[in-house]
Nanobody
Framework: VQLQASGGGLVQPGGSLRLSCAAS????????MGWFRQVTGKEPEFVAA????????YYNESVKGRFTMSRDNAKSTVYLHMNSLKPEDTAVYYC?????????????????????WGHGTLVTVST
């Protein structure tokens, strides 16, 4: 399974971006897909995730109301729509996936709940 994130770039504060994450490789039915972000020198931070069995999306409090996660199952792609971007949203954004075993809700924000990771895409929010 390969995950490819794209859509990052430079945007002014208050602007918007849409990140995409396409899954490819062998037939893959994820139990959960997630987005994380990392600033140099810091641990990766959970941003959002979708649990397929529960049909529910989970967000970090810092992005609630500004970011929306969506998916296109036919394209095996998930999206992260980011609005009202702030300088503190600047980071490398990674998508991650979990297959097989069902995701436990309490572990949705844990990095090690996701065996599959894509290369990151850089988002810079600056004037």
């Amino acid at each position: 399974v390969q995950l490819q994130a794209s859509g990052g770039g430079l945007v002014q504060p208050g602007g918007s971006l849409r990140l995409s994450c396409a899954a490819s490789g062998r037939t893959f039915s994820p139990s959960a897909m997630g987005w994380f972000r990392q600033v140099t020198g810091k641990e990766p931070e959970f941003v959002a995730a979708y649990i397929y069995s529960l049909r529910n999306t989970y967000y970090n409090e810092s992005v609630k109301g500004r970011f929306t996660m969506s998916r296109d199952n036919a394209k095996s792609t998930v999206y992260l729509h980011m609005n009202s971007l702030k300088p503190e949203d600047t980071a490398v954004y990674y998508c991650a996936a979990r297959g097989g075993a069902r995701m436990i809700t309490s572990l949705v924000s844990a990095q090690n709940s996701y065996p599959y990771w894509g290369h990151g895409t850089l988002v810079t929010v600056s004037t």
